[in-house]
């Protein structure tokens, strides 16, 4: 290809008028698959299988051959960032290469999306899986799911122990004995990890955030990210903002 052709081709998309995914959306989907989020994961999965590849790139004129090898791309990226958060390094990288080779049998669009959907939701439900190892309990486990799944709303210790039918103050006893902290704190420190996911990878503004993880005000996110992370919003943003696990 000379550079003329290679030249028209980077501007056919602007021609077209195609309109890539977010950076931010894209990054977003991964933490989701990293933070063990379930629901995000199925609601991200339920979209791709009605839109497949809208929003990203054409990598081959074959439609079978060109959506393999964004599952490629794709299941790379998931193992990285599982490993990122913890998940063991072999054991992600072995996952990966089981599904590249199960998306190189596929023959047909559906297949393809099906594997996709039981690649993200096998990592995920891994990576959740991770913050219960040493958890025996199945009142605290359903107490972490609640958490999880409540994230975006005011959480208390009553809330829980009613969803899960027991008594606050042995709920509370327990949670500690079973995570090492209190209720209040593990529920600080998820919302502390959702913040820096989202300073990492959205334009959301500090007031924003602060009222989507329901902290009081402002200054009270502020003083809390401060107080676990050694910064604050602001010069954790300016570290972190649109980095990879590549360092780029």
Known sequence: MNSTDFNHKLYLPKEAKIKYRSYENEMSFYD???NG??????????LFRESTLEG???????PIRNLTYHFIISTAMVARFCIDGGLDHDLAYMLSDFYIQEADKCR?????????TKMAIDYCKRMKQLTKVDINSKQIVKAIDFIYEH???????????DNIGINETYLSKLFKKETGISISEYVRNYRIEAAKNMLKYSDHSYT??????????????????KDVTGMTPKVYRDHHFRKTFLGK
Not at 37 to 46: N, Q, S, W, Y
Not at 108 to 116: G, N, P, R, S, V
Not at 208 to 225: A, P, R
């Open 108 to 116: 047909t669009i559906d297949e393809l999306k099906d594997l996709q």
């Open 151 to 161: 994230l975006n709303s005011p959480i208390t210790v009553k809330d829980i122990a």
């Open 56 to 62: 990203k790139g054409q990598l081959s004129d074959n």
């Open 32 to 34: 989701a698959v990293k």
């Open 208 to 225: 924003d955030i602060s009222q989507l993880l329901c902290f009081s005000s402002q200054s009270h996110f502020t003083k809390v990210f």
């Open 37 to 46: 989020d379930i629901e995000t994961v199925e609601r991200e999965m339920k």
